[in-house]
């Protein structure tokens, strides 16, 4: 056998891996939107709401899930999409303490997406979109293969969304 001079070790290298983010991507009308899995609990079908008198129109209700009672809201008119009377799925989300789901027309998947594939929002454009100060209600735009979705930013939204 010959003799080596040297043993030949393998250096680790650092790779850098990129942080990645789960979503959950839905659709609501023609749109798609995308909530961090970690605020999502649950997708429940619709089931039995009872309106609640006084409260806003968006807010449509409440329901009992397993003993805790969760509102119902319809986000449509908050950013500013057509109004849709049935309601497809009902994603439950948990926001610190606040519990409250949201009319949901189809849950398409789970996926995990590279922090890179975030797009910054151009601030709103007065006369080019559609609904004026809607972009404030997103974080972010999820690149996807052929289309995208607005990353929903919880904070504003449910800001926005007054239950009473």
Known sequence: MAETDHDVAAEAIDVATEEEIRICLFSIGEDYFALPIETLTEIIIPQKVFPVPTTPPHVLGVINLRGNIVPIVDIRSTL?????????????????????????????????????????????????????????????????????????????????????
């Open 80 to 164: 500013a999409l057509p109004q849709k009377t049935p309601v497809g799925q009902v994603a439950i989300i948990k926001h610190g303490t606040i519990a409250l789901g949201i009319a949901v027309d189809n849950v398409s998947e789970v996926i995990s997406v590279p922090d890179s594939s975030l797009l910054a929002l151009p601030p709103d454009q007065p006369g080019l979109t559609a609904a004026p100060g809607r972009n404030r209600f997103f974080k972010a735009v999820v690149q996807r293969e052929g289309a995208a979705a607005a990353l929903l930013d919880l904070d504003k939204l449910i800001e926005a969304v007054k239950l009473v």
